[in-house]
């Protein structure tokens, strides 16, 4: 493949799919089912390996790329863009973390260059919870032999039936316990899915319990491996692609809800009115406020992920973008249900889906509360920083003297 992807056409084939996949999104929501026809789309368009590496047979795109094409689909179904922001995740860390062997990097690209082999990290558990609160995972992997022998429980396995791999954050059982993500193949012995993911939003992303029963891998299928009492280690500036991919989703389902408004309300007019809701001042204002939330939610996840491929640094304001853009789409889905009327609650039309959805955004971790505290924290070590430094004042000194005479007023 070319570096010299025209990406404009890459993004429009992804709206076009967005919308194709838009008029599908009710039955997977009703349903619950897995939308593997839209990652067979997905693949046949070309898209699975947007930010897949060049030599590997991918796009070589950027952040602002993926954040494009998720947006795209989010806006048509979220369940579908969620699954594939973390194949992104997943695949850009392939590309640049340094973290991957070779033999793993030519085995999940090869892969996803023939057909549909889906990646994703599991590190959620039941007991512990999220690994950003700072606890060490309980599943663990034995060393037997040539073989690493893992046993766990992982919940929140996103995308769970159309996954190839599953990246699995273990604990050795050595005697100075290391931590790893353990490469996993889902066709291995001792996997198995356990059906709970029953959420009232993003109903087909399947995020389901994976149990791991002495599931064996070779020893160098090891993503990255350190000494567990370090700690899980994150890179700040890959965790921009998971802190602007993620909210992009949710925001994609807001714009979904206002899509639908401004449709039913320019269609929609009352024999009382005798003219469009639209027409309505108040409706006006409401669509007008959307758009306010709507547009900065645009330029902040923009602005981060153009600061990324230009290597700037953005510090904790990936997070706080995060944080912002998650709570402008549920206020643009709550006002949008206030508009729509008892026409925007019926299960006939989808900006209640849209709603649901977008509340689900406040699952993922961390949650708001953390990132606050994160900020907070980032906010006193600035100042720390900055009042250990003693200042010099600029020195007063007099005015000079006005080389031009001052001519008042008779």
Same mark, same amino acid.
């Given at each position: %493949?070319?570096?010299?992807?025209?990406? =404009?056409?890459?993004?429009?084939?992804?709206?076009?799919?967005?919308?194709?996949?838009?008029?599908? =999104?009710?039955?997977?929501? &009703?349903?619950?089912?897995?939308?593997?026809?839209? /990652?067979?789309?997905?693949?046949?368009?070309?898209?699975?390996?947007?930010?897949?590496?060049?030599? @590997?047979?991918?796009?070589?795109?950027? #952040?602002? &790329?993926?954040?494009?094409?998720?947006?795209?689909?989010?806006?048509?179904?979220? *369940?579908?863009?969620?699954?594939?922001? %973390?194949?992104?995740?997943?695949?850009?860390?392939?590309? /640049?973390?340094?973290?991957?062997?070779?033999?793993?990097? &030519?085995?999940?690209?090869?892969?996803?260059?023939?057909?549909?082999?889906?990646?994703?990290?599991?590190?959620?558990?039941?007991?512990?919870?999220?690994?950003?609160?700072?606890?060490?995972?309980?599943?663990?992997?034995?060393?037997?032999?040539?073989?690493?022998?893992?046993?766990?429980?992982?919940?929140?396995?996103?995308? !769970?039936?159309?996954?190839?791999?599953?990246?699995? #954050?273990?604990?050795?059982?050595?005697?100075?316990?290391?931590?790893?993500?353990?490469?996993? +193949?889902?066709?291995?012995?001792?996997?198995?899915?356990?059906?709970?993911?029953?959420?009232?939003? %993003?109903?087909?992303?399947?995020?389901?319990?994976?149990?791991?029963?002495?599931?064996?891998?070779?020893?160098?299928?090891?993503?990255?491996?350190?000494?567990?009492?370090?700690?899980?280690?994150?890179?700040?500036?890959?965790?921009?692609?998971? /802190?602007?991919?993620?909210?992009? !989703?949710?925001?994609?389902?807001?714009?979904?809800?206002?899509?639908?408004?401004?449709?039913?309300?320019?269609?929609?007019?009352?024999?009382?009115?005798?003219? +469009?809701?639209?027409?309505?001042?108040?409706?006006?204002?409401?669509?007008?406020?959307?758009?306010?939330?709507?547009?900065?939610?645009?330029?902040?996840?923009?602005?981060?992920?153009?600061?990324?491929?230009?290597?700037?640094? /953005?510090?904790?304001?990936?997070?706080?973008?995060? @944080?912002?853009? %998650?709570?402008?789409?549920?206020?643009?889905?709550?006002?949008?249900?206030?508009?729509?009327?008892?026409?925007?609650?019926?299960?006939?039309? +989808?900006?209640?889906? @849209?709603?649901?959805?977008?509340? *689900?955004?406040?699952?993922?971790?961390?949650?708001?509360?953390?990132?606050?505290?994160? #900020?907070?924290?980032?906010?006193?070590?600035?100042?720390?920083?900055?009042?250990?430094? +003693?200042?010099?004042?600029?020195?007063?000194?007099?005015?000079?003297?006005?080389?031009?005479?001052?001519?008042?007023? *008779?």
């Amino acid at each position: %493949m070319s570096v010299s992807t025209d990406f =404009a056409e890459v993004i429009a084939r992804a709206e076009e799919l967005g919308r194709r996949i838009s008029l599908t =999104a009710r039955h997977y929501d &009703e349903t619950g089912e897995f939308p593997f026809a839209n /990652f067979d789309a997905l693949h046949e368009a070309g898209l699975l390996g947007l930010v897949t590496a060049v030599e @590997h047979g991918g796009l070589g795109g950027g #952040l602002t &790329e993926a954040l494009a094409v998720i947006s795209a689909i989010a806006r048509g179904e979220p *369940s579908t863009a969620l699954v594939l922001s %973390m194949h992104y995740n997943q695949h850009y860390s392939v590309r /640049f973390s340094g973290k991957w062997p070779k033999h793993l990097v &030519e085995r999940v690209t090869r892969a996803n260059r023939e057909g549909v082999a889906l990646i994703n990290a599991v590190q959620v558990e039941p007991r512990v919870g999220s690994p950003s609160h700072g606890s060490l995972p309980e599943t663990v992997a034995r060393r037997v032999g040539d073989q690493w022998r893992i046993t766990g429980h992982k919940t929140y396995a996103t995308g !769970i039936p159309l996954l190839r791999w599953v990246s699995v #954050l273990a604990v050795t059982d050595e005697p100075k316990p290391r931590l790893g993500n353990f490469l996993v +193949p889902t066709s291995a012995d001792g996997i198995r899915v356990e059906k709970t993911w029953n959420a009232t939003g %993003m109903r087909a992303t399947n995020s389901d319990d994976l149990i791991l029963d002495d599931v064996a891998i070779p020893l160098e299928d090891v993503l990255d491996i350190a000494p567990a009492s370090e700690g899980l280690k994150r890179d700040e500036r890959l965790g921009a692609w998971y /802190f602007s991919l993620v909210p992009a !989703i949710y925001d994609g389902a807001a714009q979904g809800a206002r899509d639908w408004l401004i449709e039913f309300t320019t269609t929609r007019a009352p024999a009382s009115l005798g003219a +469009p809701l639209s027409t309505v001042p108040r409706i006006q204002d409401g669509i007008g406020q959307i758009e306010v939330w709507l547009t900065a939610n645009r330029r902040l996840l923009r602005s981060i992920a153009e600061d990324f491929d230009a290597g700037r640094p /953005f510090g904790p304001d990936a997070a706080a973008v995060k @944080h912002i853009v %998650m709570e402008n789409a549920i206020a643009v889905t709550t006002l949008a249900l206030e508009l729509g009327g008892n026409p925007g609650i019926s299960r006939d039309h +989808p900006l209640e889906r @849209h709603h649901r959805d977008a509340l *689900s955004g406040k699952a993922h971790a961390p949650q708001n509360n953390l990132v606050r505290t994160m #900020l907070a924290k980032a906010a006193l070590g600035r100042h720390a920083a900055t009042s250990a430094v +003693p200042l010099e004042p600029v020195p007063v000194r007099a005015h000079p003297q006005p080389r031009l005479a001052v001519v008042g007023r *008779s």
